[in-house]
């Protein structure tokens, strides 16, 4: 597809049967009638996947029970998984580790980073960031409090204080979102990194909604920390378990808050005092969650084959549609796109905020097109390059179109609340 927008539906027929990217539709399971817009929220399943984890399943745990520690290599997992997702965020291999949950991770590294900034007091990071990244940084002033360790969360927004008000000399690490759940807006992460080393810092990065979603190259944009979900855009699976960056340069120094036995030297030893293993083994904390691995290296088996500027051109080339749509059909309503248009500052997602958003949403949801909603004021729209096309765009604009016109979102049902959104 070149930079030409389809303007109608058939114009979006023919550009996804021309579309690079089109055989990988065929290798995830979608329901019928379902336009999926929530793959950063949950990735879609992968045909591979189900054998895959019934393999782990039956064979290697069924079969091979205890042996398969070693025969199925069950014991590797978090970094041989580790490094087959390196390509995909611009690390080297030995740099990732996969294991626990991102918020988890998030605590590994933060404290890691606190401690190579021993005589610095203030973490900054955005009002507008992922919840469980604030309450992880408050979590560690709590901690760090009883410890004699005072810590300030200095938190930057849009409306002030910048990141450069913020940048001071007691600033020991800085932990942004790459790409905002919420708004889609990206963060440039070389320009970040500049400045915040400027200011002797250090910058976590956290990559939920960057990987598989846009290139990454951690290593050329001189981070120094990062962490990530594998069950958005990568397609893991509920629960997958998240990945760890920590790059060679800061291995040897980086000490990880949990000192779990998979990450000692020698586990086997069985020693009373613990001792960092080399690497970024040190970062694995007990036994992984092999079930969900199983599920990850099947996604891992199609991002294999995945050419990342390819996505990204597809991406933003859905997006664009998406607007150009929501802003040609849809003038009539009082809709705010709030994601960039701009290319640089764009994310793979595009979020509208709209009066009754939470009923719209449920509405569309009912009627197969599948998006969320985030509070207080946002429907928002994710697309996943290897399984949504152009077509699924126009058609998912369609129906939006119809239950504004038509008014339905109104009806009472559309506004009951689930306890997730
Ligand atoms: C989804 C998401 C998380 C989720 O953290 P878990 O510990 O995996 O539940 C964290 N950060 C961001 C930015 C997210 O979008």
Redesign the pocket.
Known sequence: MSNHVPSTRGQCVEADASDPLGAFRDRFQLPEGVIYLDG??LGALPKNTLARVGRTITDEWGLGLIRSWNDASWFTKPTDVGDRIAPLVGAASGEVVVA???????FQVLVSALRMRPDRSVVVSERD??P??LYMIQGTQELLAGADRDLDRRLIHDDGPSLDEVLADDVSAVVL?H???RTGRMYDMAAVAEKVHAAGALVIW????SVGAVPVDLNAADADFA???T??YLNGGPGSP?FLWVPARHQDAARPALTGWQGHAKPFDFTVDYEPAPGITRFRVGTPQLLSLAGLEASLDVWADVDMQAVRTKSLALTDLFIALVETRLAAYDLEIVTPRDHDRRGSQVSLRIDGGYQIMQALIARGVIGDFRAPDLMRFGFTPLYLGYADVWDAVSVLEEILTSGVWQDERFARRGAVS
């Open positions: 950063n929220s626990d949950s991102t918020s988890a991770s998030l960031n992922f469980t990244d979102t790409v905002n759940y956290d990559l939920c909604h962490i990530g979900c069950y958005k998240s």
